[in-house]
């Protein structure tokens, strides 16, 4: 099993920047996918989630409006676009793959992409 984040780095606040999470070694379109984050000094929060077909979207608070979570289950890949970025997005971007089959349930991380927005 395998995640891939890329398109994390620097970026001015109000400008934007498009995550990708490459899934391998697992069936990916039964997997809910989400992204997570971890600033420094604070614990890792959920950013976005999406469902196994891409139906629903869920968004924390502090992101609704500005981010966008979709997902290519041809491409087994999911994307995170963030616009509209503030200094306080700054974090390291977890990708992770999750499904409970009743007997079991399986989380998959990503190793992370960093963002930093600072002007």
């Known amino acids: 099993v395998q995640l891939v984040e890329s398109g994390g780095g620097l970026v001015q606040p109000g400008g934007s920047l498009r995550l990708s999470c490459v899934a391998s070694?697992?069936?990916?379109?039964?997997?809910?996918m989400s992204w997570y984050r971890q600033a420094p000094g604070k614990e890792r929060e959920l950013v976005a989630a999406?469902?196994?077909?891409?139906?629903?979207?869920n968004y924390a608070d502090s992101v609704k409006g500005r981010f966008t979570i979709s997902r290519d289950n041809a491409k087994n890949t999911v994307y995170l676009q963030m616009n509209s970025l503030k200094p306080e997005d700054t974090a390291v971007y977890y990708c992770?793959?999750?499904?409970?089959?009743?007997?079991?349930?399986?989380?998959?991380w990503g190793q992370g992409t960093q963002v930093t927005v600072s002007s």
């Open positions: 070694g697992f069936t990916f379109n039964r997997y809910a």
């Open positions: 992770k793959g999750s499904a409970d089959w009743g007997f079991r349930r399986d989380n998959y």
């Open positions: 999406i469902s196994s077909a891409g139906g629903t979207t």
